[in-house]
C-alpha cells in the first residue's frame, strides 16, 4: 500500500499538469457560437456620439430563457447582478489574436453591451461583442445602430479574431486549482509532520475518507493492483469535479462542469490514459475479436466503443450540472413569469427542493465520473487472454 504522503505529493505535480492542459484546451473552446437572433430582436440601442443606453423599460417581459443560457454560459466577464447598463460585473482581459498580432483590454470597455452596438478600437482594429462572441465590427452600423451583418439565414457574417480571452469558466477553474492545491499541500505537510498514523483534525479529517474511498472502493476495486499509479490522476478528477459541481450552484458562481469544453477536456485525458496503459490482449480484442469470421462486423464496433465510452462520460457531467442550472433558473423565472406574489411559494419550495436534489447530484456526478475513468482503466489492463483461458480450462475439468 503506498503512504498517504506519496500520493499527495504526486497528485500536486499532476493538478498542475492537467490545469495547463485544460487552459491550453478551453482557451480555444471557451467562445459559445453566437445565438442565432434577428436584427430586430437586439433590444439595447447606443448611441455612438454620446454612448448612452435608451431607457430600460421595467414592464417588458422577461425572456426566462435567454436568462438561463446567460447563466450556464461563458462570459468574457463575470455578472453578479443587474441587467444592461446598469449591471454590475467584473471585467476580465480580453485577448485576441488577430492578423496584426496580439490585442488586449478588458472586457468593461463593451460597457456591458452583447448586441455589438459599442466599439472598441485597439490597433487600428474595431472590435464588436455580440452575444458574447467578439467579432470585427462592420464599417456602417445597421438599422438598429449594431456593427453586426446578419445574413438571409438570421446568422452572423462577421469575421471573428482567435479568441484567447481569460472568460468566467477560466479564472473559476484557476480559482479551483489554486483551491485544491493550497488543501493539498496543507494535508500533506500535516501528514509529513505528524506522520500517517496521527489522528487527522480539521480539513484533513473531513477529506481523508473521501481521499481513502477514491484509493481503496474505487481505484483498488475496479483497477487492482496497479492502481496507485492511477490514484492521483482519480483524485484530480474527483475533487476537480466535486468542487465544481459545489461552487456552481453559488448563484454568481461560474458554471464549469456544465460547459461541454470542460467535460470534453476531462474525457479526452480518461481516453489517452486508459488506452496508453492498455495490455495487449485489450488490442487484441478490439482489433482480432471472436468469432474470427464475424471480425469485419465486430471490430468496427469495438473500435467505435473505444470512443464512445469517455464521449459518454462528457455528455453525463454536461448534461446533468447544466440541465439542473437550467430547472432552479426556470422555477425560479416563474415568479416574473405569472407576475404574482402568489406563485412566490410554491416557486421557491420546488426550488429549494430542486436545490436540496442539486447538492445530492454534485456529489453523485463526481463520483460516476471518477468510478467510470477507473472501471475503463481496469477493463484496458485487463488481461483478456487469461479469462479466456480460464474459461476454457473449467469448461474442459467439468467435462
Not at 438561463?68 to 441587467?83: M, N, R
Not at 482519480?234 to 469535479?241: H, I, M
Not at 477493463?379 to 487472454?385: I, L, N, V
Request: with cysteine; proline share 4%.
Amino acid at each position: 500500500m503506498a503512504s498517504k504522503i506519496s500520493i499527495y505529493k504526486r497528485s500536486q505535480g499532476i493538478f498542475l499538469v492537467i490545469f495547463a492542459l485544460f487552459f491550453s484546451l478551453s482557451l480555444n473552446l471557451n467562445a459559445s457560437e453566437p445565438v442565432e437572433h434577428s436584427t430586430s430582436e437586439t433590444h439595447a440601442v447606443i448611441s455612438e456620439e454620446h454612448g448612452e443606453h435608451k431607457a430600460h423599460d421595467p414592464n417588458a417581459p422577461i425572456d426566462i430563457s435567454k436568462v438561463a443560457f446567460e447563466h450556464i454560459l461563458d462570459s468574457h466577464s463575470w455578472h453578479l447582478w443587474g441587467d444592461g447598463h446598469d449591471a454590475l460585473s467584473i471585467p476580465l482581459p480580453v485577448i485576441l489574436k488577430t492578423d496584426k498580432g496580439i490585442v488586449t483590454f478588458l472586457s468593461s470597455e463593451f460597457h456591458h453591451d452583447l448586441t455589438g452596438t459599442v466599439v472598441v478600437e485597439k490597433d487600428g482594429q474595431r472590435f464588436v461583442n455580440y452575444e458574447d462572441g467578439i467579432y470585427y465590427a462592420t464599417d456602417m452600423p445597421n438599422e438598429n445602430g449594431s456593427f453586426v451583418a446578419i445574413g438571409a439565414d438570421k446568422a452572423l457574417t462577421n469575421a471573428a479574431p482567435l479568441d484567447f480571452s481569460i472568460t468566467k469558466n477560466v479564472v473559476q477553474l484557476f480559482l479551483t486549482a489554486i483551491l485544491i492545491f493550497l488543501i493539498f499541500t496543507s494535508i500533506a505537510r500535516s501528514y509529513k509532520k505528524h506522520g500517517i498514523t496521527s489522528a487527522p483534525k480539521g480539513k484533513q479529517s473531513f477529506l481523508e475518507p473521501l481521499i481513502v474511498f477514491v484509493r481503496d472502493d474505487i481505484a483498488k476495486e475496479n483497477i487492482g493492483a496497479r492502481s496507485d499509479k492511477y490514484v492521483p490522476y482519480l483524485l484530480t478528477v474527483f475533487f476537480l469535479v466535486l468542487f465544481n459541481n459545489f461552487i456552481g450552484l453559488i448563484p454568481i458562481s461560474a458554471n464549469l462542469t456544465g460547459n461541454i469544453a470542460f467535460t470534453l477536456v476531462l474525457s479526452v485525458f480518461t481516453l489517452i490514459i486508459t488506452n496508453v496503459g492498455a495490455s495487449g490482449s485489450y488490442w487484441k480484442h478490439i482489433f482480432l475479436p471472436k468469432p474470427y469470421f464475424l471480425w469485419f462486423i465486430l471490430m468496427p464496433i469495438e473500435l467505435v466503443g473505444v470512443f464512445s465510452k469517455p464521449f459518454a462520460l462528457m455528455i453525463r457531467l454536461f448534461a446533468n450540472i447544466a440541465g439542473g442550472h437550467i430547472v432552479v433558473i426556470s422555477l425560479v423565472g416563474l415568479i416574473f413569469i405569472f407576475k404574482s406574489y402568489a406563485i412566490a411559494p410554491v416557486s421557491i419550495a420546488f426550488t429549494l427542493f430542486i436545490d436540496i436534489l442539486e447538492c445530492l447530484v454534485a456529489l453523485l456526478q463526481a463520483y460516476i465520473f471518477t468510478m467510470l475513468t477507473a472501471l475503463f482503466i481496469g477493463s484496458a489492463m485487463e488481461d483478456h487472454s487469461h479469462d479466456s483461458e480460464g474459461a476454457h480450462g473449467e469448461h474442459a475439468t467439468g467435462h
